[in-house]
């Protein structure tokens, strides 16, 4: 069965720095792999994804994520951080049958 | 372009009573239907998913059940609540099923006392 792994509960770093989200997948076919967002109380608003072809993603805000097959790592990140990017993030997984979510990172970034 | 509402957007109910919840979208035919739910801002749950009229699947058993009266309309429902069933509910919809970007709604918060 696939499943999403998220390794850290909680990401700090500060404003202007380099940010990275870590996700890992375990999937017996083709792996299709999201980024999702989320702000306080609202729904999860898609960042990116990954289905086939170039390896760097680039998607909304800035983000972008590296598909590395050898690694089953699908890591989210931005050059620059700005506070408001401090929000829980989500990866997902879809394998053609099924779509999981990760358990989500929340990522503070400080002034 | 597509939209997904959810309504209403906070909700407070008493143990036993029944609920409700909504889920329109607009902008596309016969999409893919989910209900989540996330308890205390962390992981999500599916509940239901629904690939078309009258078709329902269930992914947890529980107190609640869905139904999709109409090809873009998502209805959660509960006979008589419980303090469990407090929480964060979304719904989202896709165009197909695992392989596709699926896209949610801003979500109904549900306190149950």
């Known amino acids: 069965a696939q499943s999403v792994a998220q390794p850290e509960d909680q990401v700090n770093v500060a404003e202007g720095n380099p940010l990275t989200v870590k996700c890992t997948y375990s999937?017996?076919?083709?792996?299709?792999l999201f980024w999702y967002v989320q702000y306080p109380n609202r729904g999860l608003q898609f960042l990116l994804k990954?289905?086939?072809?170039?390896?760097l993603v680039k998607g909304s805000y800035g983000f972008e994520a590296e598909f590395n097959k050898s690694q089953t790592s699908f890591h989210l990140k931005k050059p620059s951080a700005l506070v408001s990017d401090s929000a829980l993030y989500f990866c997902a997984l879809g394998d053609g049958q099924n779509f999981v979510f990760g358990p989500g990172t929340r990522l503070s970034v400080l002034p | 372009s597509q939209t997904i509402h959810q309504w209403p957007a906070t909700l407070v109910q008493p143990v036993g009573s029944p609920l409700s919840l909504e889920c329109t979208v607009e902008g596309t035919s016969n999409p893919n239907l989910y209900w989540y739910r996330q308890a205390a801002g962390r992981g999500l749950q599916l509940l239901f998913y629904s690939v078309g009229i009258g078709q329902i699947s269930s992914e947890v058993p529980q107190n609640l059940s869905a139904s999709r009266p109409q090809d873009r309309q998502f209805i959660l429902s509960s006979k008589k609540l419980l303090l469990s069933d407090s929480g964060f509910y979304l719904c989202?919809?896709?165009?197909?099923?695992?392989?596709?970007?699926?896209?949610f709604g801003p979500g109904t918060r549900l306190t149950v006392l």
């Open positions: 990954y289905i086939t072809g170039d390896n």
């Open positions: 999937v017996s076919g083709n792996p299709y």
């Open positions: 989202a919809w896709s165009v197909l099923t695992s392989a596709d970007t699926q896209y």
